[in-house]
């Protein structure tokens, strides 16, 4: 028998992916009432999207489940680039971000995984997701009506002050708000598979690219011995409606890459279209998109799970701090303005990359088979270039310096909208072991304690003094503040603290 389902809550979260089960981990640490529901019997199986990204890690050590997912997981220590079979690049991505991020690195863990991870943490903390229940409609007024179907098929309500709709692609949360998911499909077909192998070659915890014309052929490692997933694309079928299994792509692999290679195991094979779309607004109201609901990519750089598990991580504290604070439209709205901007951005960059990976004709032949190598040969020599791509992909680069939740200013290199930067202390504490509370935090660096800052209106604000002061970041400068958001974004870094008082007084 189905439990039974409260009719009354805070929030509504439709879609229990890795994005709806974010959000719901995320209004637990605000202590936050809501109601997940998901129509599908239970987490995915299958590994799907499989990177996680330092940022994404950086948000789960807050929950506490950094150190499970790379238990779980698998570093991946290197990327190889080859042609005809014949070695043409390497670069060791290991520690990629050393200096950088308590993550360093890219961790290769399949989705299944990744939502297991969230939803037993949720269920540990005797929230239930509510499985097989179905989302309908909605209505506003005064609050959000949510309809859906239990599991035993029979239509139930429940009032809330607000509904997030994490229901992918397909959303029927965004599609009653009347967006559109606007872009383009790329006319290729593409395929995955997950699978178990055997080979002299590819049998480590690395990447290994193999480039052709027209395309590429992609081994991520997974956990396991020989356990890979790859990614190519099934040349002249993007305008056929016909069925392919792996059984038809299996020799045509083996004859691209031209490196022995036997498949022992096939765990999970599917083929798709790549699309590039956002909607236009990710809120209308009281209702909110998030993750594959609001904007889908290309799979370049391993971007769309993460970037879902950012909008949550966004949304949540927002939501949470408008319902206990009871702050105006303001906050909330710069969920929209903020990760609107960060999806067009995002989209631009994946594009690019993806057109150079899967480009045809001779220019990307040219610049796939030519200049590709030689710019990885480049990448693995260069430090400073290493330092300026590693916040791009890792996703911990996104700044959000035009947002009203911004007061312009700035310390050295920290900016006002960055993240915080991440640096050691000298007692080998991290800067992040201080962040990891979901309030604002107020930090002073100087060469005394801290005695001008006070409390602002209700809205609570950690104070923190640190005497020890990196030159690196902050160009030695001292008796400085930095408000810090929930997020970890900087609100304001300068001199004087009673400027942070513009923000409270703009979202009071």
Not at 22 to 28: G, H, I
Not at 267 to 285: C, L, P
Not at 312 to 324: D, E
Request: hydrophobic share 40%; aromatic share 12%; glycine share 8%.
């Amino acid at each position: 028998m189905p439990d039974s389902i409260p009719q009354k809550t805070q929030v509504v979260i439709v879609g229990a992916g890795p994005t709806g089960l974010s959000m719901a981990a995320q209004l637990l640490r605000y202590h936050i009432d809501f109601i997940i529901i998901e129509k599908n019997v239970c987490t995915t199986r299958l590994s799907k999207a499989i990177v996680v990204h330092a940022r994404t890690l950086e948000i789960f050590q807050e929950i506490g489940l950094a150190e499970k997912a790379v238990t779980e997981g698998r570093i991946t220590t290197a990327i190889n680039m080859l042609y005809k079979g014949k070695p043409k690049a390497a670069i060791n991505i290991s520690r990629l971000g050393d200096g950088l991020s308590a993550f360093p690195f890219a961790l290769s863990l399949e989705q299944s995984k990744t939502e297991k991870l969230l939803a037993d943490h949720i269920t540990d903390n005797e929230i239930n997701i509510h499985w097989q229940c179905e989302f309908i409609r909605y209505e506003e007024k005064d609050g959000v009506t949510v309809y859906y179907k239990d599991a035993d098929g029979n239509e139930q309500t429940i009032t809330a002050e607000y509904i997030v709709g994490c229901d992918g692609a397909g959303s029927m949360v965004r599609h009653q708000m009347g967006f559109l998911l606007e872009g383009d499909t790329i006319p290729k077909l593409f395929y995955l598979a997950d699978v178990i192998l055997t080979s002299d070659i590819i049998n480590k915890d690395e990447l290994f690219i193999f480039l052709i014309e027209k395309g590429f052929v992609i081994f991520f490692p997974l956990k396991g011995t020989g356990h890979y997933r790859v990614i190519g694309i099934i040349p002249g079928a993007a305008e056929t409606d016909q069925s392919f299994t792996f059984e038809d792509v299996r020799n045509f692999i083996t004859d691209q890459i031209q490196v022995s290679l036997i498949f022992n195991e096939v765990n999970w094979f599917a083929t798709y279209k790549v699309h590039t779309r956002k909607a236009a607004r990710f809120m209308k109201g009281r209702c909110f998109i998030a993750g594959d609901a609001a904007h889908i990519h290309t799979p370049a750089g391993g971007q769309g799970m993460n970037t879902g598990i950012q909008d949550a991580y966004n949304l949540a504290w927002k939501m949470a701090f408008t319902i206990r604070y009871k702050l105006n439209g303001i906050l909330l709205e710069s969920y929209n303005s903020e990760r609107v901007g960060n999806a067009k951005h995002l989209l631009k960059t994946t594009d690019r990359m993806f057109d150079i990976m899967a480009g045809e004709g001779r220019f990307w032949n040219f610049v796939r088979l030519k200049i590709m190598p030689l710019a990885m040969r480049f990448i693995s020599r260069s430090t400073m270039f290493n330092k300026a791509i590693f916040p791009l992909l890792s996703q911990i680069g996104i700044a959000y310096p035009e947002s009203k939740l911004t007061i312009k200013s700035r310390i050295g290199k920290a900016k006002a909208g960055d993240r915080m930067p991440y640096f050691i202390f000298k007692d080998g504490r991290n800067i992040f072991d201080y962040l990891d509370s979901p309030v604002f935090k107020m930090f002073f660096f100087g060469d005394t304690e801290m005695n001008y800052f006070q409390q602002t209106g209700n809205i609570v604000v950690s104070p923190f003094s640190f005497n020890e002061i990196p030159p690196a970041i902050f160009g030695g400068e001292k008796n400085f503040y930095i408000l810090i958001r929930p997020d970890n974004h900087i609100s304001y870094i300068g001199k004087e603290w009673s400027n942070c008082k513009i923000l409270f007084q703009r979202i009071s």
